[in-house]
Protein backbone atom coordinates (compact mmCIF):
# COMPACT_ATOMS: atom_id res chain seq x y z
CA UNK A 1 0.00 0.00 0.00
CA UNK A 2 1.31 3.08 -0.81
CA UNK A 3 2.57 5.81 2.11
CA UNK A 4 1.04 8.35 0.45
CA UNK A 5 -2.82 7.81 1.53
CA UNK A 6 -1.72 6.90 4.77
CA UNK A 7 0.22 10.11 6.14
CA UNK A 8 -1.96 12.72 4.02
CA UNK A 9 -1.25 10.95 4.49
CA UNK A 10 24.22 15.75 4.00
CA UNK A 11 25.66 18.61 5.81
CA UNK A 12 27.32 17.87 2.50
CA UNK A 13 25.53 20.46 1.00
CA UNK A 14 25.62 22.93 3.82
CA UNK A 15 23.54 25.67 5.27
CA UNK A 16 25.23 28.39 3.11
CA UNK A 17 24.75 26.65 -0.11
CA UNK A 18 20.73 26.25 0.70
CA UNK A 19 20.40 29.92 1.16
CA UNK A 20 22.34 30.51 -2.02
CA UNK A 21 20.23 28.32 -4.28
CA UNK A 22 16.80 29.68 -3.11
CA UNK A 23 17.42 33.03 -5.15
CA UNK A 24 18.94 30.97 -8.35
CA UNK A 25 17.82 28.78 -10.90
CA UNK A 26 20.12 25.59 -10.71
CA UNK A 27 21.41 23.58 -13.18
CA UNK A 28 20.40 19.71 -13.35
CA UNK A 29 22.13 17.40 -11.13
CA UNK A 30 24.01 15.13 -11.93
CA UNK A 31 23.32 11.49 -11.43
CA UNK A 32 20.22 10.32 -10.50
CA UNK A 33 18.04 9.53 -7.04
CA UNK A 34 16.05 7.39 -5.14
CA UNK A 35 13.17 7.46 -3.03
CA UNK A 36 13.51 5.30 -0.20
CA UNK A 37 10.25 4.22 0.21
CA UNK A 38 11.53 1.63 -2.60
CA UNK A 39 13.26 -0.19 -0.61
CA UNK A 40 11.86 0.14 3.18
CA UNK A 41 12.66 -3.25 4.76
CA UNK A 42 16.40 -3.29 4.04
CA UNK A 43 16.84 -0.15 4.89
CA UNK A 44 14.80 -1.04 8.23
CA UNK A 45 16.78 -4.44 8.84
CA UNK A 46 20.39 -2.43 7.97
CA UNK A 47 20.37 1.15 7.16
CA UNK A 48 23.93 2.04 6.70
CA UNK A 49 24.33 -1.60 4.90
CA UNK A 50 21.08 -0.28 2.07
CA UNK A 51 22.46 2.82 1.80
CA UNK A 52 26.09 1.22 0.94
CA UNK A 53 23.95 -0.57 -2.00
CA UNK A 54 22.12 2.44 -3.37
CA UNK A 55 25.90 4.00 -3.26
CA UNK A 56 27.46 0.73 -4.79
CA UNK A 57 24.53 0.81 -7.78
CA UNK A 58 25.61 4.32 -8.68
CA UNK A 59 22.76 6.12 -6.81
CA UNK A 60 24.47 10.36 -6.09
CA UNK A 61 21.72 11.48 -3.85
CA UNK A 62 18.21 10.00 -1.76
CA UNK A 63 14.53 11.45 -1.24
CA UNK A 64 13.48 10.47 2.64
CA UNK A 65 10.37 9.86 3.33
CA UNK A 66 8.50 10.67 6.70
CA UNK A 67 7.35 10.98 9.73
CA UNK A 68 10.34 12.13 11.36
CA UNK A 69 11.22 12.88 14.99
CA UNK A 70 10.12 16.47 14.10
CA UNK A 71 7.01 15.58 12.90
CA UNK A 72 3.62 16.60 13.55
CA UNK A 73 1.71 14.09 16.11
CA UNK A 74 -0.42 13.61 14.30
CA UNK A 75 1.76 12.11 11.21
CA UNK A 76 3.18 9.88 13.96
CA UNK A 77 -0.19 8.21 15.00
CA UNK A 78 -1.46 8.16 11.35
CA UNK A 79 2.07 6.14 10.52
CA UNK A 80 1.90 3.98 13.33
CA UNK A 81 -2.00 3.21 12.92
CA UNK A 82 -1.17 1.79 9.44
CA UNK A 83 2.59 0.02 10.01
CA UNK A 84 0.76 -3.51 10.69
CA UNK A 85 -0.39 -3.71 7.23
CA UNK A 86 2.78 -2.68 5.52
CA UNK A 87 4.91 -4.98 7.10
CA UNK A 88 7.60 -2.35 8.37
CA UNK A 89 7.37 0.48 11.01
CA UNK A 90 10.67 2.75 9.29
CA UNK A 91 10.40 5.72 8.69
CA UNK A 92 12.82 9.36 8.42
CA UNK A 93 15.98 8.28 10.24
CA UNK A 94 15.17 4.62 10.92
CA UNK A 95 15.90 4.72 14.68
CA UNK A 96 18.86 6.42 13.76
CA UNK A 97 20.07 10.02 15.40
CA UNK A 98 20.06 12.53 12.68
CA UNK A 99 23.86 12.84 12.70
CA UNK A 100 24.24 9.40 12.34
CA UNK A 101 22.08 9.45 8.62
CA UNK A 102 24.19 12.58 7.90
CA UNK A 103 27.48 10.83 8.10
CA UNK A 104 26.38 7.37 6.59
CA UNK A 105 25.44 9.34 3.56
CA UNK A 106 28.49 11.41 3.81
CA UNK A 107 30.40 8.48 3.75
CA UNK A 108 29.14 6.67 0.96
CA UNK A 109 29.02 10.13 -1.17
CA UNK A 110 25.38 10.30 -1.01
CA UNK A 111 23.03 14.13 -0.78
CA UNK A 112 19.75 13.72 0.44
CA UNK A 113 18.44 17.50 -1.73
CA UNK A 114 14.54 16.45 -0.79
CA UNK A 115 12.38 14.65 1.60
CA UNK A 116 8.82 13.97 2.01
CA UNK A 117 6.47 15.32 4.39
CA UNK A 118 3.18 15.73 5.22
CA UNK A 119 1.05 18.72 5.80
CA UNK A 120 0.62 18.80 9.44
CA UNK A 121 3.86 19.45 9.54
CA UNK A 122 4.44 22.03 7.18
CA UNK A 123 2.06 24.06 8.42
CA UNK A 124 2.77 23.59 12.27
CA UNK A 125 6.45 22.45 12.87
CA UNK A 126 8.67 24.65 9.95
CA UNK A 127 10.95 25.66 12.22
CA UNK A 128 12.39 22.14 13.36
CA UNK A 129 11.79 20.96 9.96
CA UNK A 130 14.00 23.35 8.57
CA UNK A 131 16.19 22.51 10.72
CA UNK A 132 16.71 19.16 9.94
CA UNK A 133 16.64 20.17 6.36
CA UNK A 134 19.77 22.67 7.00
CA UNK A 135 21.73 19.92 8.95
CA UNK A 136 20.82 17.45 5.98
CA UNK A 137 21.39 19.46 3.24
CA UNK A 138 17.85 19.10 1.81
CA UNK A 139 17.37 22.27 -0.60
CA UNK A 140 13.59 21.05 -0.95
CA UNK A 141 10.66 20.02 1.60
CA UNK A 142 8.17 18.07 -0.32
CA UNK A 143 3.97 16.97 0.07
CA UNK A 144 3.44 13.94 -1.34
CA UNK A 145 -0.52 14.35 -1.55
CA UNK A 146 -3.05 16.40 -0.65
CA UNK A 147 -5.48 15.47 2.09
CA UNK A 148 -8.42 13.52 0.97
CA UNK A 149 -10.46 16.16 2.01
CA UNK A 150 -8.98 19.41 0.84
CA UNK A 151 -9.16 18.69 -2.64
CA UNK A 152 -13.09 17.32 -2.91
CA UNK A 153 -14.40 21.36 -4.79
CA UNK A 154 -13.05 23.74 -6.66
CA UNK A 155 -12.48 25.94 -3.67
CA UNK A 156 -11.39 23.44 -1.39
CA UNK A 157 -8.25 23.38 -4.29
CA UNK A 158 -8.54 27.46 -4.22
CA UNK A 159 -8.06 27.57 -0.53
CA UNK A 160 -5.07 24.32 -0.35
CA UNK A 161 -3.66 27.30 -3.21
CA UNK A 162 -3.27 29.75 -0.51
CA UNK A 163 -2.18 27.17 2.24
CA UNK A 164 0.59 26.33 0.01
CA UNK A 165 1.38 29.69 -0.60
CA UNK A 166 1.86 30.63 2.85
CA UNK A 167 3.93 27.17 3.38
CA UNK A 168 6.44 28.32 0.44
CA UNK A 169 6.70 31.97 1.94
CA UNK A 170 7.52 29.91 5.46
CA UNK A 171 10.10 27.80 3.79
CA UNK A 172 11.40 30.30 2.02
CA UNK A 173 11.96 32.39 5.10
CA UNK A 174 14.06 29.34 6.67
CA UNK A 175 16.10 29.05 3.42
CA UNK A 176 14.59 26.05 1.88
CA UNK A 177 12.05 25.62 -0.81
CA UNK A 178 8.47 23.81 -0.47
CA UNK A 179 7.30 21.52 -3.31
CA UNK A 180 4.36 19.63 -4.32
CA UNK A 181 4.19 16.29 -5.29
CA UNK A 182 0.71 15.40 -7.32
CA UNK A 183 -0.37 11.22 -7.25
CA UNK A 184 -2.90 11.68 -10.17
CA UNK A 185 -5.97 12.98 -9.04
CA UNK A 186 -6.70 16.51 -10.33
CA UNK A 187 -6.73 15.88 -14.00
CA UNK A 188 -10.51 15.55 -14.58
CA UNK A 189 -12.68 18.51 -14.99
CA UNK A 190 -14.02 19.97 -11.79
CA UNK A 191 -16.99 22.34 -12.71
CA UNK A 192 -15.34 23.11 -15.61
CA UNK A 193 -11.80 23.34 -14.42
CA UNK A 194 -8.56 21.08 -14.14
CA UNK A 195 -7.96 21.22 -10.64
CA UNK A 196 -4.62 20.48 -11.03
CA UNK A 197 -4.04 23.79 -13.52
CA UNK A 198 -5.95 26.00 -11.25
CA UNK A 199 -3.73 25.05 -8.29
CA UNK A 200 -0.36 25.81 -10.48
CA UNK A 201 -1.77 29.09 -11.20
CA UNK A 202 -2.27 29.84 -8.29
CA UNK A 203 0.22 29.59 -6.26
CA UNK A 204 3.61 31.62 -6.58
CA UNK A 205 6.29 30.53 -8.81
CA UNK A 206 8.50 31.62 -6.48
CA UNK A 207 6.98 29.61 -3.07
CA UNK A 208 5.78 26.99 -4.79
CA UNK A 209 7.46 24.49 -6.44
CA UNK A 210 6.52 21.13 -8.23
CA UNK A 211 7.77 17.36 -8.49
CA UNK A 212 6.67 15.36 -10.99
CA UNK A 213 5.48 11.24 -10.80
CA UNK A 214 5.15 10.37 -14.65
CA UNK A 215 3.60 7.07 -13.81
CA UNK A 216 0.56 8.96 -12.06
CA UNK A 217 0.83 11.91 -14.14
CA UNK A 218 -0.09 9.22 -17.05
CA UNK A 219 -2.95 7.24 -14.83
CA UNK A 220 -4.55 10.50 -14.36
CA UNK A 221 -4.63 11.13 -17.86
CA UNK A 222 -2.08 13.58 -17.92
CA UNK A 223 1.08 13.83 -20.57
CA UNK A 224 4.35 14.81 -18.70
CA UNK A 225 5.95 16.38 -21.38
CA UNK A 226 2.62 18.39 -22.38
CA UNK A 227 2.51 20.14 -18.66
CA UNK A 228 6.93 20.56 -18.68
CA UNK A 229 6.41 22.26 -21.26
CA UNK A 230 3.21 24.37 -20.39
CA UNK A 231 4.47 25.17 -16.89
CA UNK A 232 8.27 25.81 -17.81
CA UNK A 233 10.64 25.73 -14.46
CA UNK A 234 8.05 24.70 -12.43
CA UNK A 235 8.80 21.75 -12.05
CA UNK A 236 11.80 21.24 -10.25
CA UNK A 237 12.03 17.42 -9.13
CA UNK A 238 10.61 14.14 -10.96
CA UNK A 239 9.70 10.41 -9.76
CA UNK A 240 10.89 7.88 -12.61
CA UNK A 241 9.31 4.39 -12.87
CA UNK A 242 7.79 2.75 -16.16
CA UNK A 243 4.21 1.31 -16.77
CA UNK A 244 3.60 -2.09 -18.19
CA UNK A 245 0.68 -0.92 -20.10
CA UNK A 246 -1.11 2.23 -20.86
CA UNK A 247 -3.78 2.09 -17.84
CA UNK A 248 -5.91 4.82 -16.24
CA UNK A 249 -7.74 5.50 -13.00
CA UNK A 250 -10.96 3.83 -12.55
CA UNK A 251 -12.06 6.74 -11.22
CA UNK A 252 -10.58 10.24 -11.10
CA UNK A 253 -7.51 9.22 -9.12
CA UNK A 254 -9.22 11.00 -5.73
CA UNK A 255 -8.64 7.95 -3.44
CA UNK A 256 -5.83 5.03 -2.35
CA UNK A 257 -8.11 2.30 -3.58
CA UNK A 258 -7.70 3.64 -7.41
CA UNK A 259 -4.00 3.71 -6.69
CA UNK A 260 -3.56 0.14 -4.93
CA UNK A 261 -4.99 -0.92 -8.18
CA UNK A 262 -2.70 0.24 -10.47
CA UNK A 263 0.42 -0.84 -8.44
CA UNK A 264 1.01 -3.84 -10.60
CA UNK A 265 1.44 -1.88 -13.50
CA UNK A 266 4.40 -0.25 -11.91
CA UNK A 267 7.29 -1.57 -13.74
CA UNK A 268 10.95 -0.62 -13.92
CA UNK A 269 12.40 1.88 -15.90
CA UNK A 270 12.78 1.09 -19.96
CA UNK A 271 10.74 -2.08 -19.65
CA UNK A 272 7.33 -0.59 -20.18
CA UNK A 273 5.63 1.71 -22.81
CA UNK A 274 6.40 5.15 -21.37
CA UNK A 275 8.37 7.19 -23.81
CA UNK A 276 10.94 8.04 -20.89
CA UNK A 277 13.65 9.66 -23.42
CA UNK A 278 11.38 12.14 -24.64
CA UNK A 279 10.30 13.09 -20.84
CA UNK A 280 13.88 12.93 -19.37
CA UNK A 281 14.59 15.21 -22.45
CA UNK A 282 12.13 17.46 -21.58
CA UNK A 283 12.40 17.94 -17.62
CA UNK A 284 16.09 18.99 -18.68
CA UNK A 285 14.90 21.59 -20.94
CA UNK A 286 12.23 22.54 -18.52
CA UNK A 287 14.24 23.12 -15.76
CA UNK A 288 14.05 20.07 -13.44
CA UNK A 289 17.03 19.35 -11.39
CA UNK A 290 16.76 16.69 -9.71
CA UNK A 291 15.38 12.85 -11.45
CA UNK A 292 15.05 10.19 -8.86
CA UNK A 293 13.44 6.75 -9.44
CA UNK A 294 10.58 5.37 -7.30
CA UNK A 295 9.29 2.38 -7.65
CA UNK A 296 7.15 1.68 -4.36
CA UNK A 297 8.33 -1.47 -2.26
CA UNK A 298 9.92 -2.72 -4.95
CA UNK A 299 10.22 -6.95 -5.01
CA UNK A 300 14.02 -7.42 -5.13
CA UNK A 301 15.49 -3.29 -4.80
CA UNK A 302 18.61 -4.52 -4.79
CA UNK A 303 17.68 -6.13 -9.09
CA UNK A 304 15.08 -4.07 -9.90
CA UNK A 305 16.61 -0.89 -9.43
CA UNK A 306 20.32 -1.35 -10.92
CA UNK A 307 17.97 -2.53 -13.99
CA UNK A 308 16.05 1.29 -14.02
CA UNK A 309 19.48 3.06 -12.85
CA UNK A 310 21.62 1.16 -15.69
CA UNK A 311 18.53 2.12 -18.91
CA UNK A 312 18.31 5.40 -17.30
CA UNK A 313 21.99 6.76 -17.31
CA UNK A 314 21.72 5.60 -21.45
CA UNK A 315 18.45 8.21 -22.02
Not at 78 to 89: D, E, I, Q
Request: net charge negative; hydrophobic share 40%; proline share 5%.
Amino acid sequence: MNRRHFLQTSAALGAASLLGSCGTDTPMNTGFGIQLFSLPRLLEQDFRQAIALLASMGYRSVELYGPYPFSAPGAIDRWKAVTPALGFSGSGYFGLQREEVAGILREHGLTAPSIHTDLDTLETRMGPLAEAAHALGHQYVGLPAIPDERRTTLDGYKRTADAFNAIGEAAKREGIRFAYHNHGYGLQELDGELPLDLLIRRTDPGLVFLEMDIFWMTAGGGDPVAYLRSYPGRYRLMHLKDMKERKRFSGDGGNAMQWIELFPYMTTAGSGVLDLAAIVAAAREAGVEHLIVEQDMVAQPEIALQQSLDFLKGV
